[in-house]
């Protein structure tokens, strides 16, 4: 039996690397993040130009709050909580005094998490919730917790940070029930998704309020695309013969960093124009470059574990601990960081590709995007 299955992994592994998908990861990302560590050290060294800002504290002065309101820790969710980067910035925030909501899919990883930031941090604020962001229905049972809980716990119905950190790669089609590419679904419409549900408590911040997007260097990957609803759903991918995992997965690191850009033109742009005083949502994507998560838990494992040695040797791999750095500085930096691009770490940032700052695309992605949030919720209702 175990010679069996030992030669169904080789023969799985052996068609993996003959797939046009393990090429464009082996080549292409790698390319991709290549030019990014490029633009980041040719600022440094040949122009002595570097975009970077400091670290803030989260707690608001008593001046910043108003006087009905008593001051306490501003609240961060996390989403993709239990593991790899979720699992290091719920680390990393709770020791920076925010109430950490930790979201994801496994109630006992959940719990596995939020016992091991306790015997590291014994002050440690936190709370868990169950939510699948491939699932819309489980989107807002989330919500609605949330809600149920801050007013429960007398607490201030705004929440203060929201990091929308979970992401899958899958290597075959599987579908939500919404009918939507489950990367797809999970990466960017669940995203998107959420982000808009929050929005009211996110406004309601007593002082200005981030999101911070977590994408990726892949983006760069993708030189000329659709933002309409098929292709936004996955259904145009599925049309191949082979599921084009690597396509998709850009794609939708692509569309949530698009997406940031438009989001940060409505809630911040728009309203600096204004004579008014103003409480913003500040929005920052983040890459935090190649980071050794189980995020490729199914590509064959002989193939993502030599690919995290050559990584390695090249200096490029990152622990956890280390790749959460540019989250959190996206989290704690300065209100004029809004609608930046972070990577690098020490409170850096580069340009991301030319395409994803495309005004025209990105609002056609808004409409698209928001046509299948309704549509979401219709099917929700139907469901329930």
């Known amino acids: 039996m175990k010679t069996n299955s030992r030669m169904r992994d080789c023969w799985v592994a052996l068609n993996f690397v003959c797939s046009v998908e393990f090429w464009r990861m082996a080549v292409f990302w790698t390319l991709a993040l290549v030019n990014s560590y490029l633009q980041l050290f040719s600022r440094a060294f040949f122009f002595r130009i570097s975009r970077s800002y400091p670290r803030c504290s989260p707690r608001p002065t008593a001046t910043s709050i108003s006087k009905t309101i008593a001051p306490t820790r501003p609240l961060c969710i996390i989403t993709g909580a239990t593991s790899g980067l979720g699992a290091a910035s719920a680390h990393a925030l709770s020791r920076e005094g925010f109430y950490v909501v930790l979201a994801g899919r496994s109630s006992y990883l959940l719990s596995k998490t939020v016992e091991e930031i306790r015997k590291q941090n014994a002050d440690a604020h936190l709370k868990a919730f169950q939510i699948d962001l491939s699932c819309f229905q489980s ?107 690597a396509h998709i997965y850009e794609y939708s690191k692509f569309c949530l960093l698009l997406f940031s850009y438009e989001l940060h033109r409505r809630l911040y742009l728009k309203d600096k124009s204004l004579n008014v005083s103003v409480l913003y949502v500040f929005l920052n994507a983040v890459d935090p470059g190649v980071v050794e998560t189980n995020i490729m838990r199914e590509v064959p494992s002989f193939l993502s574990q030599l690919a995290f040695m050559v990584l390695r040797l090249l200096g490029l791999l990152q622990s956890p601990e280390n790749g959460v750095e540019s989250i959190v500085d996206a989290t704690l930096a300065p209100p004029e960081s809004s609608g930046e691009y972070f990577f690098g770490g020490r409170g850096r940032t580069v340009n991301s590709s030319k395409l994803s700052y495309d005004r025209e695309l990105a609002e056609k992605l808004w409409t698209s995007s928001y046509k299948l949030f309704i549509e979401s919720q219709l099917v929700s209702k139907d469901i329930s």
């Open 139 to 245: 989107i807002i049972n989330f919500k609605n917790a949330l809600e149920q809980w801050l007013s429960d716990s007398n607490m201030h119905p705004s929440v203060q940070v929201l990091i929308n950190n979970a992401g899958i790669f899958a290597t075959s089609c599987r579908f939500t029930n919404e009918g939507y590419d489950q990367m797809m679904g999970t990466n960017y419409i669940g995203a998107f998704a959420l982000t808009n549900l929050l929005l009211p408590l996110l406004r309601s911040s007593p002082v200005p309020s981030r999101i911070v997007n977590v994408t990726s260097f892949t983006h760069r990957c993708v030189s000329g695309t659709q933002v309409d609803e098929e292709t936004l759903a996955g259904k145009y991918f599925s049309r191949s013969k082979q599921y084009p995992c």
